[in-house]
């Protein structure tokens, strides 16, 4: 009965930041899994960040640094703080969710979704 629907997607200058929100309709089970993913112009998802239950995190090598994943467990709401936002991140970004169960390891992790939203465009200008 999960649902996600991401939102704080937009147009900025390389180096500015943006936060994206993944709220869902209600409580995820625990365990779960939350992960932030985007897609390349071959549709390919790649994982960026994910969160548990616990709070543990953990990172794409490509944005260990300048993305945070962090959450609201009060509001069901997930965040992705974006920052030194480059043209290459330019791309539709997607909050998903898995129930029932702890992150698989980044490389992984995507199989494991069953939830997914319907993503918020990233546009970075030079």
Request: proline share 3%; hydrophobic share 35%; charged share 20%.
């Amino acid at each position: 009965q999960v649902q996600l629907v991401e939102s704080g997607g937009g147009s900025v200058q390389a180096g500015g930041s943006l936060r994206l929100s993944c709220a869902a309709t209600v409580t995820i089970g625990r365990p779960h899994c939350v992960g932030w993913f985007r897609q390349n112009p071959r549709g390919e998802r790649e994982a960026l960040a994910t969160i548990d239950s616990d709070g543990t995190s953990n990172y794409a090598d490509s944005v260990r640094g300048r993305f945070t994943v962090s959450r609201d467990t009060a509001k069901n709401i997930f965040y992705l703080q974006m920052n030194d936002l480059k043209p290459d991140d330019t791309r539709m970004y997607y909050c998903a969710a898995r129930q029932w169960a702890y992150c698989d390891p980044m490389a992984t992790v995507m199989r494991m979704m069953q939830h997914w939203g319907r993503g918020t465009q990233v546009s970075v200008s030079s």
